[in-house]
Structure formats: structure tokens, C-alpha cells
């Protein structure tokens, strides 16, 4: 062991900084203490005072645990930071992801018929159209390009936009908010920290914006659903309109645009699992995705607050603790998974948690991101099986979002 216990602090951005490896033993240090390890939280000049720490959960039965309790384990002080945020962030943020049932299930009713596989069956045409093309355009534009400009941003984001009925021209304002939104205050995207909360609320307020002129044109998309949707005889207000527009555009193509990503990354340093993917690629490629999500897992954590004092697994927490679920570090849980830090597209047994654990916010797009990730694997390996990731990855600095914001690639 390299890494002792006084060396891990979750909430200092340069932990996220070190190599993988070295990330890994950590976990793997703190998955084998007697009890769940509380670290302080991070101090940003925008959070709420009072923020008393965090448990980190890392084990895989914890987190299954606590997600099939969500009336103990609440998101409703806040699913996607770690501090409690002023309302000025509800405005924009505040959507079901952040919301307890019953209001949580009824705004997911709204949405989830969409969601459904045969909903997605329906775009799958369009999916692999778009992925023909971006394969297309890859090949002219030749080796040596950025995979992640070139080919993992654009089939999620151009799904996720034609779903909402967002026009081609709104591409960079989408794609540009959801990186402010995601970046985990990245230098690249939040260049001054103390200018963090307006960045953040800017980004928020442009795709706010952006849904009251979509939802002003009408149209057979999304947006018009959900603005003629009924809950209970309420109509959505205008600021449930837009936190749930900027929940659904900002999860549904960053965190597919950076699975993508890993896995190129993934089979560029294990040429016998590409090996065995193109000996049967139609067979193999669902498994292969799963196995690409569980070591990705794009989103690295997400929190929840307890309700009430309640014991589990061992471990007795009190009424307003927060934790956070490391669904990255369940996914590597050694107790769960054979041999977990290795990448094997036939993996049986142990269901990884990257789209959350059993439970009400059990990811509601993780259809519609497994049929884009096979789609895209599809087309890049039946037109240029060879293609490969050149030199090292360049990371999102982030510790909610296991991002990758460049990837050279040769073919
Ligand atoms: C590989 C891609 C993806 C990953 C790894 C992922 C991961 C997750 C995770 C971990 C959660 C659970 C949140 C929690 O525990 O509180 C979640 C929720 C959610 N995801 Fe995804 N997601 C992906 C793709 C998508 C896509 C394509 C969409 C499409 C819109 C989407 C929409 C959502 C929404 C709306 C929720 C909130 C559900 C709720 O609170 O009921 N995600 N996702």
C-alpha cells in the first residue's frame, strides 16, 4: 500500500487529480474500514453556512442500501452537491433529481412514458443514422483529431436536443451550459472561483431562456409535453419547466458523451477485449457497454440526507447527516466483483450501480444511453476496428463527474 488513510481527502480537488491507480487503492482503503469514513466539506464561497461534513459510501451494499430507503435517505436537501445551496440555485437546479416522492414521482410520471425502451426503440433509426454520419465526418476529418469533439459529444447531444426539439443552432449554447453546469469548478470552464455562483446561474438562465422560446413555438417534442403536462390538475410552473428542461439536457448528453469517451479508452489499453468484441461484435456489445459504464462511471457520486437517526449495515447515522454515494467506488467493490479493476466485456454477475442503485431516481435515461452507447461502438468497429485513443486522456478536474475533455485518436 502506497496510500494511507491521512492521505485521502475526498473533498480536495487534488485528490480527483491523482492517478488512477492511486485513487483506486484509496477506495479500496476505505471500503475496508470498520465504518464509513466522514470527511469535512469542500469550502466554496456560494454554499449555505452550517455544513457539518459527509460519510463517504463505498461499499456496494451500503449504496443499494440506501437506495431502496430513499424516505430515510432523502435528495430532497440536495441530490447533486455536497452543500445545501441557496434558492437562487433552486431556480434553475431545483428539479426532481433534488425532490422527494410523492412530488418527485409525480414530475417523473411526466416524463418516463418518453423514456421507456420502446419509446427509444422508436429513435433508433435516428441514432444510428447520426452515428453513421459522425463516423463519416470522423474519417474525412482524419487521424489525429479529438474523439471527444469529434465523435463522443455529438450523438448524445444531438439526441437529447431532437427530443426536446432544440434546433441545430442551439448546439453550442447546449453544449456549453452543460459544461459550466458539470464542470466541478474545472479552471477550463470556471476560470475565477469567486465567480462560480454567477457562471453557474448564467448557464442556468441561457437554457432557461433557451426552453420559454422553444416552448412559445409548439412543436411535437418533449418540451411541448411537458408543457401541456397535468400533474394532479397543477400545471408545471415556468420554473419547473426549466430546472426539468436543464435536468434532462445536462444528464442526457454529458455523462453518455464521457462513457464514450472511457470506452475507447478502455479498449485502446485492452487489445485482447477488442479482440474479443470483433470476434462476435454483435453478440458481445451489450455486455461490453455494461462493462464500459461500471468502470466509467461517469457520475461519480451522488448525496443524499438522512430523515432520521437509523442504523445500517453496522453503522448508526444521525438525523441530518449527509453521504455521499460513490456509485464509482461500489463499482469497484471487490466484494461484489471478480477481479474489479479489470475490464472484461464478458463479466457475469454483480449489477453495477453506475446508473444509481434500486430505487425512485434510478437513472431515467439509462435506456436511451445504453442504445446510444452501442450504437456508436457499433459503427466506430465495423468501420474502423482498429480506432485507438493516442497519449493520455485529459481529465475533467471534478470529483462528481469522471469526465474526459480531450482524447487523441488514431485510426
Ligand atoms: C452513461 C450515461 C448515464 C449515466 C452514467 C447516468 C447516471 C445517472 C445516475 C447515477 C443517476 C441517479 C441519480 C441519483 O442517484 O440521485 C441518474 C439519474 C438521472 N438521469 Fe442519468 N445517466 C446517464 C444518462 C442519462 C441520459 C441519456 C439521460 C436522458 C435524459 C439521463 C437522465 C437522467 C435523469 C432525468 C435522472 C434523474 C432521475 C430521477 O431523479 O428520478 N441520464 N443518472
Partial sequence: ???????????????WERPMAEREEAFALLRAQPAPVRFAEP????????????????????????????????????ATAIHDLGPEFGEYFGSMINMDDPRHARLRRIVSRAF?????????????????RIVDDLIVKGPGCDFVTEVATKLPLKIICDMMGIGAEHYQTVFDASNIILSGGDPEFIEDVSRAAELLLGAGQR??????????????NLITSLTSANIDGEKLTMQELGSFFILLVVAGNETTRNAISHGLQLFTDNPDQ?????????????????????????????RRTLTRDHEMNGHPYRK????????????????????????????????????????????????????????????????LPQIRSIGEPVRLRSSFINGIKRLECDF
Fill in 1 to 15: 500500500m502506497t496510500v494511507s488513510l491521512a492521505d485521502i481527502d475526498l473533498s480536495d480537488v487534488a485528490f
Fill in 116 to 132: 421507456t425502451p420502446r419509446m427509444i426503440g422508436r429513435f433508433e433509426d435516428d441514432v444510428r443514422k447520426e452515428a453513421g
Fill in 274 to 302: 477488442r479482440a474479443l468484441l470483433l470476434e462476435d461484435l454483435e453478440g458481445r456489445l451489450p455486455g461490453a457497454v455494461e462493462e464500459i459504464v461500471r468502470l466509467a462511471s461517469p457520475v461519480a457520486w451522488m
Fill in 320 to 383: 441530518g447527516d449527509k453521504v455521499l454515494l460513490y456509485y464509482w467506488a461500489a463499482n469497484r467493490d471487490e466484494s461484489v466483483f471478480a477481479d474489479p479493476y479489470r475490464f472484461d466485456i464478458r463479466r457475469a454477475g454483480g449489477a453495477h450501480v453506475a446508473f444509481g442503485g434500486p430505487g425512485p431516481h434510478f437513472c431515467l435515461g439509462a435506456h436511451l444511453a445504453r442504445r446510444e452507447i452501442v450504437v456508436m461502438f457499433r459503427e466506430l468497429f465495423t468501420r
Fill in 207 to 220: 437554457l432557461q431562456d433557451l426552453v420559454v422560446s422553444l416552448a412559445a413555438e409548439g412543436g411535437d
Fill in 43 to 78: 469550502d466554496i464561497s456560494f454554499a449555505l453556512p452550517g455544513g457539518t461534513g459527509y460519510y463517504a459510501l463505498v461499499r456496494h451494499a451500503d449504496i443499494v442500501e440506501a437506495s431502496r430507503n430513499p424516505e430515510i435517505f432523502s435528495s430532497g436537501r440536495g
